[in-house]
């Protein structure tokens, strides 16, 4: 009877019409005093699709949300700048406000994937009293 070859050993893997392995990766501050927070570390090569960042409590919404690939600055925006910016609503910039009731979220999510080789943070920076906590979700892949 003859050996059925695998897939991956005919072939090598292309991913070059989406996205190989995709998956969350989650992180979690509560509660999260004043202060810098890695909320999600990912080592790589891979590549970013979308993140979110939930806040609950705070009355003044300066905590900011950083996004460093490769040690390089994405986004640092606090939630009130993107409320005051309009980023409110879908929008080709890729940041999104989404406002609610006691939770507010912070989207990121560009029209084409980052590829980051090193590393890609996650991070949030508390200036305001009173957040109960923050979540935090990222979407990525392998290359």
């Known amino acids: ?51 979110q960042v939930s806040k609950q409590g705070g009355n003044t919404d300066l905590t900011f949300v950083n996004l460093d690939i490769d040690g390089r600055n994405v986004t640092s925006l606090s939630f009130a700048a993107a409320d005051n910016l309009g980023l409110t609503e879908h929008n080709p910039y890729g940041i999104t406000l989404l406002k609610g009731n006691a939770v507010d979220t912070f989207t990121i999510g560009f029209p084409s994937p980052l590829r980051f080789e090193r590393e890609l943070k996650l991070s949030v920076t508390v200036n305001e009293m009173g957040v109960v906590q923050i979540l935090a979700n990222v979407i990525h892949g392998a290359v």
Request: charged share 20%.
């Open 1 to 51: 009877m003859a050996r059925q070859t695998a897939r991956s050993e005919r072939t090598p893997r292309s991913c070059a019409t989406g996205v190989c392995d995709p998956q969350r990766s989650q992180g979690l501050k509560a509660p999260a005093p004043k202060g810098k927070h890695a909320l999600v570390t990912l080592k790589g090569p891979g590549v970013f699709l979308a993140a």
